[in-house]
């Protein structure tokens, strides 16, 4: 398993879950002594050793490089994004490119570069592999103070692919907690209606959905709602995919 994002959050919850369950893990972060305190945080708890790869998102080469050095891939996590909470009036210019930089295109970083060898590697063994996008659940809807947030989340569901979508909604991290300190009042109170969830209790989650093959891997019974109330918003490639989004709910 290869989890971009994989040093603190929700990545990391769904690391320690993943070696706890015996999985060959590897992680991708920017910051290389939050990924030397993640590898001995695992080891400490779980007595498994991980892989680390320190790289910006935004860098293609930089991630190619990683991608590459990590070898055969089973299970991609694509566990990033960044959420800035203002109204979009608001929102400098800088703000928004820096989200579609690490929601869009470092996301497109990712899959370009582990693609091609996942395809290569079930082709050579016949076994098959996975692809799993942590998005939210403003990738499902529209939610007031994330209109580019919202926007960039959307752009990674609307790929058009067989992926896996797990979908927090609120999660006790750092990057959260921070994120809740700015971003408008009726934002707050919007986000108020669900409960938070902790790291490890979204990984949990994730980590069932992923295995079960789910699509849309909705960790609470808001996010469960509005993968059913959205159903058929995205592009699909036929009427029959279509058909059983909306009428299958999954």
């Known amino acids: ?11 990391f919850a769904i690391a320690r879950q993943a070696a706890i369950d015996g999985a060959r893990v590897s992680i991708l972060a920017r910051d290389a002594s939050k990924l030397e305190a993640a590898r001995e945080e695992i080891r400490r708890t779980t007595g498994a050793e991980v892989a680390i790869y320190s790289a910006d998102i935004r860098d293609e080469a930089a991630v190619n490089k990683a991608i590459a050095a990590a070898g055969t891939i089973d299970l991609l996590v694509s566990n990033l994004g960044v959420g800035i909470g203002k109204e979009f009036e608001d929102t400098t210019m800088e703000e928004i490119r820096f989200q579609v930089d690490v929601n869009i295109m470092g996301t497109l970083y990712l899959l370009k570069a582990a693609l091609p060898r996942m395809k290569k590697a079930s082709a050579e063994d016949g076994l098959p592999r996975s692809i799993s996008f942590t998005t939210s659940m403003g990738g499902q809807t529209g939610v007031y103070g994330y209109a580019v947030y919202c926007a960039t989340n959307y752009a990674v569901r609307g790929l058009n692919i067989h992926l896996s979508l797990i ?5 006790d ?12 009042e009726l934002t707050n109170l919007i986000s108020g209606t669900s409960a938070m969830q902790t790291a490890e209790e979204v990984a949990t989650l994730a980590i069932k959905g992923i295995r079960a093959a789910d699509f849309n891997v909705c960790v609470n019974s808001q996010g469960l709602m509005l993968a059913l109330a959205t159903a058929g918003f995205s592009p699909q490639r036929s009427f029959l995919m279509a058909f059983l989004e909306v009428f299958g709910g999954d």
Do not use: V, Y
């Open 173 to 184: 991290t750092a990057t959260g907690n921070k994120d809740r300190t700015t971003r408008p």
């Open 1 to 11: 398993m290869f989890i971009s994002g994989g040093s603190a959050g929700i990545g």
């Open 167 to 171: 979908l927090p909604g609120d999660t």
